[in-house]
């Protein structure tokens, strides 16, 4: 897991940002996730939750067939930052919306589900 002390989280995070302006649409939702983390990292909880809601809005252009299921790894963000922050109501919402998606019939357990991206 990267931790704080292994990077310089301005340099990662200007680097991040190159990206998502340079690279192809493909991969501006994982990078808005990653640097949600990154401003985690840093104790900006409020800047990260707007790169959340920024790759929230990306999904649909990215995944116009698959929103729900590319959305799980930006929603359980928003669960973990939500519960970073003591807005406990907030992150188990997003908790239920996960389990609402990966209770699909045939499923092993109501928080797994079969994706690379998990």
């Not at 931790?3 to 200007?14: F, N, R, Y």
């Not at 493909?26 to 990292?41: C, D, R």
Request: hydrophobic fraction near 30%.
């Amino acid at each position: 897991m990267l931790q704080k002390e292994d990077i310089d989280p301005d340099e990662l995070e200007e680097r991040i940002v190159e990206q998502i302006q340079f690279l192809s649409s493909k991969s501006k939702v994982q990078n808005y996730n990653l640097l949600t983390y990154v401003k985690f990292l840093n104790d900006k909880k409020d800047e990260a939750l707007e790169y959340l809601q920024k790759a929230e809005e990306a999904v649909p252009v990215e995944y116009p067939g698959e929103v729900e299921k590319e959305s799980l790894v930006t929603w359980g963000n928003y669960a973990w930052v939500h519960y970073h922050m003591d807005n406990l109501t907030e992150s188990q919402a997003y908790v239920k919306k996960i389990e609402s998606i990966c209770k699909q019939p045939g499923s092993e357990s109501p928080y797994k589900m079969e994706l690379p991206q998990i």
